[in-house]
């Protein structure tokens, strides 16, 4: 049996960007999954304890015997093993311009958008979301560049750092709700703004983006629960 | 400066520069090498990383790549054909990627928390320090190199650290010989081969940078 034929399972929750751009990139590459549902908040599962020691964190796809960690090396592994309507561009500076946005969209924007959330004090909050808004209008120019006027990042199709991106769509939305501020507007990110709706709609991905209010009632009892423990 | 030139803008006793000097070695690309002023960074480099105004950056075609784990796949993609670095199989490069993605997350932050700290939080570093490298002395395993027979991607991620570890020792007072024999040994195999050897600087000059540093920072 090749490999590409052996089993696939994606061990996630439904509320996870990270877990969702796996899915997403199995739907683009018409793979069939089981997905297996962690409840993180009644602690992990042997599985998942078994599957990432070193993390302890979702995603994981397991494929055959083999396990993956880490979406974003998961996503390069399910372009490399399904060739067929490739993720990453095939030109390589192109490929390390959609890394470079993927690690600045990991390393740098996601956190100052959850620090929205966090913020302490209407200076932090103001600070967080200046933050986020300068890092989308980077963004905002990087598409331009990287799309050369087509319909995604990866041009015509979506691409590795449309999934990146997003995959955190959901939560850019719920950020926008619980702070009234149009994060994604017309003024400063018009091209971004649009491409959103693109994403969303997608066949690949249509079914795997979570609501936004079924995420922001879960982003409030998650707020509940960290709040309710105690700080030591 | 011609389009077919590679430059590499980068900082001397910086470990991520380090990566990129050892793929570029690997693959024995001539290369021009900017040495960077990091308190009065050149036009070129404001130019070239815009967004972190980091190094090292390598600029070949005239077209920056910014990101030392970016630059060394990119390397390895330009270049494929001599001495490549990651493996051809898919899920070995996805284990290859994990660990340097590891080493990355970890090493770095762990290293400057054991010689910028004192006391309990020193300590603590230290003890995360040793089991990561622990970690990676596991998946070494019995192999000659990560990448198996061959220096390979984590190799070369990894590798530029060990010219802070007598720095690290100094100030952190332990040894990571005694805790981490093989990884040590791993570290010498790699230092018998001119690519490495000649893209790490001393660790006596990283311990007296080090010791600059903290006189600079006010840190004991």
Known sequence: ?232 | MGDEDVVLLDFWPSPFGMRVRIALAEKEIKYEYKEEDLRNKSDLLLKMNPIHKKIPVLIYNGKPVCESLIQVQYIDEIWPHKSPLLPTDPYQRAIARFWGDFVDKKIYDLGRKVWTTKGEEQEAAKKEFIECLKLLEGELGNKAYFGGENLGYVDAVLVPFYSWFYAYEKCGNFSIERECPKLIAWAKRCMEKDSVSKSLPDQDKIYDFVLHLKKVFGIE
């Open chain 1, 1 to 232: 049996m090749a490999k590409s034929d052996a089993a696939v399972k994606v061990l996630g929750t439904w509320a996870s960007p990270f877990v969702m751009r796996v899915r997403v990139a199995l739907n683009i590459k018409s793979v069939a999954y089981e997905f297996l549902q962690e409840r993180l908040w009644e602690g992990k599962s042997e599985l998942l304890l078994k599957s990432n020691p070193v993390h302890r964190k979702v995603p994981v796809l397991i494929h055959g015997d083999d396990t993956i960690c880490e979406s974003l090396i998961i996503v390069q592994y399910i372009d490399e093993v399904w060739p067929s309507a490739p993720i990453l561009p095939s030109d390589p500076h192109e490929r390390a311009t959609a890394r470079f946005w993927a690690a600045y969209l990991d390393d740098k924007w996601f956190p100052s958008l959850r620090a929205i959330g966090m913020a302490e004090g209407e200076d932090a909050r103001k600070a967080a979301i200046g933050q986020v808004e300068e890092g989308l209008m980077l963004l905002e120019e990087a598409f331009g560049k990287c799309s050369q006027g087509q319909a995604f990042f990866g041009k015509d199709q979506i691409g590795y750092l449309d999934i990146t991106f997003g995959c955190f769509l959901g939560w850019l939305r719920v950020t926008e709700k619980m702070s009234g501020i149009k994060l994604l507007n017309e003024i400063n990110t018009p091209d971004l703004l649009k491409w959103a709706d693109r994403f969303c709609n997608d066949a690949a991905v249509k079914d795997v983006m979570p609501e936004t209010e079924k995420l922001a009632e879960f982003a409030k009892m998650l707020r509940g629960r960290v709040r309710a423990t105690p700080k030591s």
